[in-house]
């Protein structure tokens, strides 16, 4: 086999060790809902805060401000409609278009995990400074701006 001429150090870059922590984290809290009885997947809690954060934004807003390509997102509210955490009337002034609300059960979940998301960051940035997590910020929006600016050169 030929030798690779620029091989990658992938133990000195932040992909893999982003792509590790984010896991981990997930993994957690999924573990956390289980085991305190809660019906509830992180992507669901994100859906629930972004509308806790403001009731009743359309299907596109709310795509954008998670990340998630139209179509999975269809699906993910589907299963949050069958589980009563949401629900979605089509727009006033433009039927094609969904307005997202949260139910009083979808409140209710919301109200539920804060403490249990609370407790978990709170052992998450055990031991870390102060400086530290700034630092750690500053440098997670500095990787999100480059891929932001290399996504848009493509």
Same mark, same amino acid.
């Given at each position: ?12 870059? +932040? ?16 573990? +956390? ?96 400074? +102060? ?24």
């Amino acid at each position: 086999m030929k030798k690779e001429e620029n091989p990658i150090d992938f133990e000195s870059s +932040l992909g893999p060790w982003l792509g590790k922590t984010v896991k981990m984290v997930e993994y957690h809290m999924q573990e +956390l809902f289980k085991k305190n009885g809660l019906d509830l997947t992180k992507e669901q809690m994100v859906v629930l805060k972004k509308l806790h954060e403001k009731n009743g934004m359309s299907q596109n807003e709310l795509a954008r401000l998670t990340f998630r390509d139209k179509s999975s997102l269809a699906r993910l509210l589907s299963k949050m409609e069958k589980k009563m955490y949401i629900f979605r009337t089509p727009d006033e002034t433009d039927k094609r278009v969904n307005q997202v609300f949260l139910t009083p059960k979808g409140i209710e979940m919301m109200q539920r995990a804060r403490p249990i998301i609370k407790n978990m960051i709170q052992n998450m940035e055990q031991g870390v400074s +102060l400086s530290e997590k700034q630092l750690i910020i500053q440098t997670l929006k500095k990787v999100q701006h480059n891929i932001n600016s290399s996504i848009e050169s493509l």
